[in-house]
């Protein structure tokens, strides 16, 4: 499974942003998590989205704001970044686990499969 992060970019404090996440091979049939990783900071948690759609979870940070949704027919999960917030500014990950077709894992442990980043920066 390959996946590869698009749609980063350089916006201002207020702006939105939609990344997608394409795959080849069965990214289908696996939850897809976003992460992010700011300048000497860990990598953490965003957001992630079961096989079917019906289950999400979000980081308490992104909570309101951010949004994780599926398109399988096109081998592809987004997540939409509204209000954004300097604070937001990262490399943003997407990841595969097999771990659970049905609920979501914020454990970055339980993603099996990870693409490039996507740079996003927020200016305020």
């Known amino acids: 499974v390959q996946l590869q992060a698009s749609g980063g970019g350089l916006v201002q404090a207020g702006d939105s942003l939609r990344l997608s996440c394409a795959s080849s091979g069965r990214v289908n049939s696996y939850t897809t998590g976003w992460f992010r990783q700011a300048p000497g900071k860990e990598r953490e948690f965003v957001s992630a989205i079961s096989v079917s759609g019906g289950s999400t979870g979000y980081a308490d940070s992104v909570k309101g704001r951010f949004t994780t949704s599926r398109d399988n027919a096109k081998n592809t999960v987004y997540l939409q970044m509204n209000s954004l917030k300097p604070e937001d500014t990262a490399v943003y990950y997407c990841?595969?686990?097999?771990?659970?077709?049905?609920?979501?894992?914020?454990?970055?442990?339980?993603?099996?499969?990870w693409g490039q980043g996507t740079q996003v920066t927020v200016s305020s």
């Open positions: 990841a595969a686990s097999r771990w659970s077709a049905y609920s979501v894992t914020y454990s970055a442990s339980r993603y099996d499969y």
